[in-house]
Each structure stands twice: as C-alpha cells, then as structure tokens.
C-alpha cells in the first residue's frame, strides 16, 4: 500500500549553520507548527526569526513563540472545537496523534485549569518532546515509525491525522474524536483518489453513556447525533461526570 501518511524529512539548526540553513529551519517550523498554510509576511515572527538567527534561542524556543502567536491560535485555537485543538497540538508540537481519551482529558484539564500558553508548554516541556527533537531539532511526523511507549493503536490514529506532505490543517472537524472517545481502534482509510482527507461530515451517531454519579443501569442515556453535534456532546457528558460506553455508526 502506498503510504500518504508520511514521515517528514529531520530538520535540525547544526553548529556554524549557515544563512541558508537557519532560513531552512525557519521555514520547517512554520510549515510543521501552522500546518503547511500559505503564510502572510504579518504572519512571520521577525523578533523570534531575528533571536535564532542570531543564536539567542534554540528551535524549541522559535516551536513554542509560534505555537503561542496569534496566528496559532487564529487557525486553531479560535475556529476549533477543544478536541481538534487538542488533536492538532499532538500532531504539531508532537509529531504524532492522541493514543486515547485519557491523554485528550489530560489536556483538557490542562487547559481549564491554568490557560492556552501551559496547554502548548505542556507537549513542548515534555520528556517526549526532548526526547525526539531536543533544543535543535524541529518537531516533524513520526506517523510510519514504531514507537517506544507508543501503543499499537496509536499507529492507525497517526494515518487519520499524517494525511500527506501537502495536507492542510485548516479543517476544525476532529479525526479521532468518536474512537478516542469510545477507546475504539481507528480504521486506516485510503483518500478518495489517493490524497485528501476521509469525510464522515454526513454521518450520524450513537453515543451511549451513563450519567454522571449513576448508581444503576436505569441511569443509561442514549443520544443520537450528527457528526458536527458529536464533539459537542461528548464533552458535555464528561463536563457532567458521564461515561461513555460506546459510539457507534448509524445508517
């Protein structure tokens, strides 16, 4: 099978770079962290651009000013649902996608207690994040390798985000949200055409739950939605302290 999902070349800024080189990893950064958009010159970091060409900051610095820019948080932040959000910091600050409900919750969490910056320094603080990219290197898809502590299922979920070199994040749709939710194994789909993104837009679904504090199977819910609806919903039930006990497809 052809992989569109696809690793991305290792940009790193090596000792006594030349010019050339820090405007390569510049444009690495930009591409990987805003999700490879047509960038606007008033877009463009130029104090952050200025400190790492000038040895000032480290590539993790320049990662973490553009994750926190208005142009992060435009694209991502304000036009997102809090689990897109969420899903797309996994796969730029990460280089992968979220394994399961517990790591989306952690960052929700993350989020409501103490704001957007320490949401993105969350995943740029991390030891994953060392890790893989260290100071210097700029953070790219791991999404066909093995991974050490990276469960199997993570695997698939990494296809459904790593849709190919040109794939544009603009979407607000989730990805993952139905299987991280239901803690079901995501399916790799072929694009329609071998590229572009899987659309499930028009489906509707079957969450079943338990609301928050039951005491007994009486206490079991059942909501049919819409895709669009489904987000919403199953954040709602959680907010609430509900379970969810499955999603599935309904014609």
Sequence with gaps: MSLWAIDSDRV?????ATEDDVQAVIRAVYRQVLGNPHLLESDRLISA????????????????AVAKSGAYRSRFFERSPQYRFIELNFKHLLGRAPQDQSEIARHVLIYNESGYDAEIDSYIDSAEYLENFGE??????RSTQTQ????????????????????SDSSNKSALVADLAANAATKIVRPAGGSGAYSGTGKRF?????????????????????????SQNIQSIHKTGGKILSISEIA
């Design 12 to 16: 790193a800024l090596r000792p006594n």
């Design 49 to 64: 651009e200025s400190g790492l060409c000038n040895g000032d900051i480290s590539v993790r610095q320049f990662v973490r």
């Design 136 to 141: 210097d290197t700029v953070p790219f898809a």
């Design 148 to 167: 050490v502590g990276i469960k199997n299922v993570g695997f698939n979920r990494m296809f459904a985000l790593m849709r190919g070199y040109a794939t």
């Design 206 to 230: 079957r969450i079943q739950a338990v609301k928050g504090q039951a005491t007994s199977r009486r206490s079991n819910v059942c909501y049919t939605v819409s895709y669009n609806q489904l």
